[in-house]
């Protein structure tokens, strides 16, 4: 089993910043591409931003030139920087690994979510 925990959430106020982490533990052969998604109430969840194994980075348009993801790969770990908030940012951010648990089997595994509050 793989397990996903993040941490970094919380309230700021519009303008600020918060950076998210996401660690993933358990039976890992290897990681390909770790993500970023976010579920505001009443809306569909979203990808926020990807990161591949080799580093390329690809973002939604309403967060580029502010957030930031990267990953440090001999943690197992995500990151996203988020500057410049804004209270549409509010929502739940969840983390996403697609795993290579052993040779050839592959499975997309989450986090429990984060809530990310940013008032106005």
């Known amino acids: 089993q793989v397990q996903l925990v993040e941490s970094g959430g919380g309230l700021v106020q519009t303008g600020g910043s918060l950076r998210l982490s996401c660690a993933a533990s358990?039976?890992?052969?290897?990681?390909?591409?770790m993500a970023w998604y976010r579920q505001a109430p009443g809306k569909q969840r979203e990808l926020v931003a990807v990161?591949?194994?080799?580093?390329?980075?690809n973002y939604a348009d309403s967060v580029k030139g502010r957030f930031t993801i990267s990953r440090d790969n001999a943690k197992n770990t995500v990151y996203l920087q988020m500057n410049s908030l804004k209270p549409e940012d509010t929502a739940v951010y969840y983390c996403?690994?697609?795993?290579?648990?052993?040779?050839?089997?592959?499975?997309?595994?989450w986090g429990q979510g984060t809530q990310v509050t940013v008032s106005s």
């Open positions: 358990g039976s890992i052969f290897s990681i390909n591409a």
């Open positions: 996403k690994a697609v795993v290579q648990v052993v040779v050839g089997l592959i499975n997309d595994y």
């Open positions: 990161i591949t194994s080799g580093g390329s980075t």
